[in-house]
């Protein structure tokens, strides 16, 4: 799911067995919750390192989160304009369980290492 507009092009990190995260979490979401994280990620394309609070919040590393009533979807940025997008989870909690932090923080690592 590559898109490319406004200078700036989305892709999705893949895990060493071929697993899309951020599509798999899309694919599970539904109704407004789904049309939420859509609308999440156009805007993300459209404004990338532009976009701030409420919608996009830095946690610390060069990872970000891009935040909705319940969709949290988490991504780097990367050299030429990229953005890509490392996992995705439901809101239940202000905070980021450290499970999953320290998950997306690997998977940044992996991308960086790329």
Same mark, same amino acid.
């Given at each position: ?18 697993? %899309?995260? +951020?599509?798999? #979490?899309?694919?599970?979401?539904? !109704? ?9 990620? =156009? ?25 909705? %009533?319940? +969709?949290?979807? #988490?991504?780097?940025?990367?050299? !030429? ?9 439901? =809101? ?23």
């Amino acid at each position: 799911m590559e898109m490319e507009t406004s200078g700036w092009t989305i892709d999705e990190y893949v895990t060493a067995r071929g697993e %899309n995260l +951020v599509l798999a #979490f899309l694919s599970r979401q539904t !109704g407004k919750v789904k049309a939420e994280a859509i609308a999440l990620l =156009k805007l993300l394309q459209e404004r990338g390192n532009l976009l701030g609070m409420p919608h996009s919040k830095p946690l610390g590393g060069s990872l970000f989160e891009l935040r909705g %009533n319940q +969709v949290r979807i #988490f991504y780097m940025f990367r050299p !030429g304009r990229r953005i890509t997008l490392l996992d995705g989870m439901m =809101k239940k909690k202000d905070r980021i369980p450290i499970t999953v932090l320290d998950r997306v923080r690997r998977f940044q690592r992996e991308v960086e290492a790329l």
